[in-house]
T-cell receptor, first 114, second 112 residues
Framework: NAGVTQTPKFQVLKTGQSMTLQCAQD?????MSWYRQDPGMGLRLIHYSVGAGITDQGEVPNGYNVSRSTTEDFPLRLLSAAPSQTSVYFC?????????????FGSGTRLTVV | DAKTTQPPSMDCAEGRAANLPCNHS???????VYWYRQIHSQGPQYIIH???NNETNEMASLIITEDRKSSTLILPHATLRDTAVYYC?????????????FGKGITLSVRP
């Protein structure tokens, strides 16, 4: 089924470990973004991309890196995991940034850093 | 982007209309009102958006006041599956500043 696929669904990391959260979409969407959601809070934007080769920082970018080498993929890298990065991570994509484009979200990656 | 204000929670009876309010008193002329919802543990789902006219789709209706400082999302016949957190968001039409900014939303509980 077309949509946004996130892997893994669950992950436990030790402090200082690195990992990559994968996000892929097959809808030929130009815009992709990463959010994190902590208990009792709304979603906060980490990084976003308006097209292949273009990325920019969102509201809470520290501790995360992204790249966009293809239209389909937008991986999120944690270089040195910290307990403060324990959260649920959502990837979203949209055909464009225009007002008529609703965002499609993935099902999330639940990350625990111990 | 303009900020939005929503009550933290509300409930309604199954089968009745759910009217979810949102204040956005500092909205600019080029900003749209969007509604998303998040059912427990799932990613947010787009519901509807509008600029100044009332809008309706298969999921809901959006009523925006004439001064655009507030809006109401209406679920005409709420079901138990509509229990979720509903986010009211304002954003510009396009460009790099058009990213979604989520607040805490309003938790709607639909009771049997």
């Amino acid at each position: 089924n077309a949509g946004v696929t996130q892997t893994p669904k669950f992950q436990v990391l030790k402090t200082g470990q690195s990992m990559t959260l994968q996000c892929a979409q097959d809808m030929n969407h130009e815009y992709m973004s990463w959010y994190r959601q902590d208990p009792g809070m709304g979603l906060r934007l980490i990084h976003y991309s308006v097209g292949a080769g273009i990325t920019d920082q969102g509201e809470v970018p520290n501790g995360y890196n992204v790249s966009r080498s293809t239209t389909e993929d937008f991986p999120l890298r944690l270089l040195s995991a910290a307990p403060s990065q324990t959260s649920v991570y959502f990837c979203a994509s949209s055909l464009g940034t225009g007002m008529h484009y609703g965002y499609t979200f993935g099902s999330g990656t639940r990350l625990t850093v111990v | 982007d303009a900020k939005t204000t929503q009550p933290p929670s509300m409930d309604c009876a199954e089968g009745r209309a759910a009217n979810l309010p949102c204040n956005h008193s500092t909205i600019s002329g080029n900003e749209y009102v969007y509604w998303y919802r998040q059912i427990h543990s799932q990613g947010p789902q787009y519901i509807i958006h509008g600029l100044k006219n009332n809008e309706t789709n298969e999921m809901a209706s959006l009523i925006i006041t004439e001064d655009r400082k507030s809006s109401t999302l209406i679920l005409p016949h709420a079901t138990l599956r509509d229990t979720a957190v509903y986010y009211c968001i304002v954003r510009v039409a396009s460009g790099a500043n058009s990213k979604l900014t989520f607040g805490k939303g309003i938790t709607l509980s639909v009771r049997p």
